[in-house]
Structure formats: structure tokens, C-alpha cells
């Protein structure tokens, strides 16, 4: 007969014992005493490919061309401490303290004028500035995904996105490409196979100049037919059900400047039905 009062025993147990769907607690081991407690989108949730990708690209003896990573010793860092003094010399005040949420007014202003090189013109309010394009695939991920919704990528298609879409759960249908980019009849098919289904596609994902990692680029013959036909899907379904939109990463901007730019993924708003005017990422 035990002489230890009941409440410390009871108190023990509840320490020692898991309850119903809840792993049992342990020490000085790799198992998670907290996976009870993980949301249900967390257990999809694996490894960072772009972190391992860096850990290996950091390696003295790895010259990678895998990770996109600047070539940061070509850079003219004298010359860039010296911007960066003057900046905190004369906005230090602003520089240093938090600023809005959509970025500063003059960089927004800033990217507009570089995309119009580009031939996309918007104004600094439908800009938003973020830490990088994960963030920006992350909330787009965020704001139009709902558990189970279907989004259109190239195969293969950037890891980066790939890890976004899937922390969403979304479900993720390849279109095929060859050395002219995305191939135009196989998008057609596999919208027309997704909805056969009855699942519900929120848009397509590709990146149309200089794609990672399969490096082509869409040629400018694609680009208005791959428009059309996200169009046309959009058109088609009924109201309030988004068809596949196309969208397109600007990291690779001005790099065809001087040798003939490809026409931009971009619809034409004097055709189709109009959007309201959103933010737009940047």
C-alpha cells in the first residue's frame, strides 16, 4: 500500500502518462515530446530543401551553382559601406526604426519605374515590399489556398515554391515543359482533367524567364497562348471560384535588357473582365 498522498500521485502520473492521442514524453532523445500538441497541417510538414541546399553550397571545398547565391566577392564593398554610411547618416533616424508594412514609399516607387522597363506598369500602391521571394510565395500561398485547393506548376518546378504551396496543403499538378518553356496543350489538358475531377484550381505557378531549375525560357510565341488559355479557364468557372492565374518572379528583371526583352506574362486590361485594383507583390 503506497503512503505517497494521492494528489502528488496523481500529479505524477499526469507527467508520466500521455493522454489519448499524444506521444509519450521523452528523454534525452530525437522523439518530440510536443507532436501531440502540432497543428494537422504540421504533419506534412518535412525538412527545408533550400536549407539543406545552403548548408552544402557553405562548404569551402562546394563551388555551387545550385542555391543562386550572389557572387558576393565581386561586389564593390568599399564602395557599398560608403552608401551605407551616408544612408545612416541621413535617414539613420528611418532606416533604423520600423517602417510600414508595405515598404518604403520611395522603393515602391522605385520598383515600378524598373518594371515599366519591363513593360509592366503599376502604381506604388499596389507594390508590397518583401524579405525576399519565399516571403512573397508564402502570402500569396496564404491569402488564395484553402486545404485542398489545386495549383498548376511547371515540372520541374522551384523547391522553394513547392515547400510553400505544400505547407498550405495544396495540391500540387505538374505541366510539362520542353526547351521552349511550358507547353501551352498540356496546360489545357491538365485544367481540363482537374476540373473533370471536380477539384478546384487557384492558379498557376511559373516562372517564364529563366526558370529554376530547368533554366529555359518561354518563348514569346507561349507567353500570350499560356494568357489565353488561363483566361478562358477563369471565364469558364462559375462566380466566386477562381480559375488559374499566371504570375511571374521579377528576380530575373532587366537581365534581357539590351538583347530584346520576351513579352511579359502580363493580361491585357482592355480585354476580359476587369479586377479590382489589389496590392500586388513584389
Not at 553550397?57 to 547565391?69: K, T
Not at 524598373?114 to 507594390?127: F, K, N, W
Not at 496564404?142 to 496543403?169: C, K
Not at 469558364?236 to 520576351?262: T, Y
Request: aromatic share 4%; charged share 25%; proline share 7%.
Amino acid at each position: 500500500m503506497s503512503t505517497e498522498p494521492a494528489g502528488d500521485r496523481r500529479a505524477e502520473e499526469s507527467r508520466t502518462c500521455p493522454t489519448e492521442g499524444q506521444a509519450a514524453p521523452s528523454h534525452g532523445s530525437l522523439v518530440d515530446a510536443h507532436v501531440g500538441r502540432y497543428a494537422v497541417r504540421a504533419k506534412d510538414m518535412a525538412a527545408s530543401e533550400i536549407r539543406a541546399l545552403f548548408a552544402v553550397a557553405a562548404r569551402p571545398e562546394i563551388v555551387s551553382l545550385a542555391g543562386g547565391m550572389p557572387y558576393v566577392t565581386a561586389l564593390p564593398l568599399d564602395a557599398m559601406g560608403d552608401m551605407a554610411g551616408q544612408l545612416v547618416a541621413r535617414r539613420g533616424a528611418a532606416a533604423l526604426q520600423y517602417g510600414s508594412a508595405q515598404g518604403d514609399p520611395a522603393l515602391r516607387e522605385g520598383i515600378c519605374e524598373v518594371m515599366a522597363l519591363e513593360g509592366i506598369h503599376a502604381h506604388p500602391d499596389e507594390v508590397v515590399v518583401t524579405v525576399g521571394s519565399q516571403q512573397a510565395l508564402d502570402l500569396i500561398t496564404r491569402i488564395f489556398i484553402d486545404p485542398g485547393d489545386v495549383v498548376l506548376a511547371e515540372a520541374p518546378s522551384y523547391v522553394g515554391a513547392l515547400g510553400a504551396f505544400a505547407s498550405y496543403q495544396a495540391d500540387v499538378v505538374h505541366v510539362p515543359m520542353d526547351d521552349d518553356g511550358l507547353v501551352p496543350e498540356a496546360l489545357a489538358e491538365c485544367l481540363a482533367r482537374v476540373h473533370v475531377a471536380g477539384r478546384r484550381v487557384k492558379f498557376l505557378y511559373t516562372v517564364p524567364s529563366f526558370h529554376n531549375p530547368a533554366g529555359v525560357t518561354l518563348s514569346a510565341r507561349r507567353r500570350p497562348e499560356v494568357l489565353r488559355i488561363c483566361q478562358r479557364d477563369h471565364r469558364g468557372r462559375a462566380p466566386r471560384r477562381l480559375g488559374a492565374g499566371a504570375g511571374r518572379d521579377p528576380r530575373q528583371a532587366g537581365a534581357r535588357r539590351g538583347g530584346g526583352g520576351a513579352v511579359q506574362l502580363q493580361p491585357d486590361p482592355a480585354r476580359g473582365r476587369r479586377v479590382p485594383r489589389q496590392p500586388a507583390v513584389a
